[in-house]
T-cell receptor, first 116, second 111 residues
Framework: DVKVTQSSRYLVKRTGEKVFLECVQD?????MFWYRQDPGLGLRLIYFSYDVKMKEKGDIPEGYSVSREKKERFSLILESASTNQTSMYLC???????????????FGDGTRLSIL | SQQGEEDPQALSIQEGENATMNCSYK?????LQWYRQNSGRGLVHLILIRSNEREKHSGRLRVTLDTSKKSSSLLITASRAADTASYFC???????????FGKGTRLSVIA
């Protein structure tokens, strides 16, 4: 089975801190994704990557950056954390298939991040 | 927004009953996927249906797709308490774009 591991289940940080969320997958998937999930808003895509060192903006990239130095690892960075970034963050991965579109995504269990 | 919309937002049924959730979308799709999310966990892929398919089955799950009405439904038969979760549809539009998730239906199955 595919395993997507997020480094922390719960994280508490302070406003202005630089925050790193780590995600590792063990199935050699090309595509990796970062989402945030908020009540009433569903899942919103922050960034995704279809190859090492490649990244694409999703729907809400402002205030975030990402890093993919190795195929199995995709990091989400909050450059200067703010209270409106308090959320559940979900990482996912998928095979390339014929593109980003026709392969199921495999999710980690999420990181619940609180910014105080 | 291109986001799919699930209906109802919340559904409560007795164990053994069938649960039906619907998803509507606005533009042409390549495929549509359904996911389940247990409380406090990540999403789990359930089933994928392509735009040229009308119905797919997987165990107690039945998914239909009506591209003329731009809608899909997920039926869970003989529901169990363990089916209690949120269910999301995710759509793939034209081009090499990622999935777009709806806001989900919260299903509660009461034993």
């Amino acid at each position: 089975d595919v395993k997507v591991t997020q480094s922390s289940r719960y994280l508490v940080k302070r406003t202005g801190e630089k925050v790193f969320l780590e995600c590792v997958q063990d199935m050699d998937h090309e595509n990796m994704f970062w989402y945030r999930q908020d009540p009433g808003l569903g899942l919103r895509l922050i960034y995704f990557s279809y190859d090492v060192k490649m990244k694409e903006k999703g729907d809400i990239p402002e205030g975030y950056s990402v890093s993919r130095e190795k195929k199995e690892r995709f990091s989400l960075i909050l450059e200067s954390a703010s209270t409106n970034q308090t959320s559940m963050y979900l990482c996912a991965s998928s095979l390339v298939g014929t593109g980003l579109r026709d392969q199921p995504q495999h999710f980690g269990d999420g990181t619940r991040l609180s910014i105080l | 927004s291109q986001q799919g919309e699930e209906d109802p937002q919340a559904l409560s049924i007795q164990e053994g009953e069938n649960a039906t959730m619907n998803c509507s979308y606005k533009t042409s799709i390549n495929n549509l996927q359904w996911y389940r999310q247990n409380s406090g966990r990540g999403l789990v892929h359930l089933i994928l249906i392509r735009s040229n398919e009308r119905e797919k089955h997987s165990g107690r799950l039945r998914v239909t797709l009506d591209t003329s009405k731009k809608s899909s439904s997920l039926l869970i038969t003989a529901s169990r308490a363990a089916d209690t979760a949120s269910y999301f549809c995710a759509t793939v539009f034209s081009g090499n774009t990622p999935l777009v998730f709806g806001k989900g239906t919260r299903l509660s199955v009461i034993a």
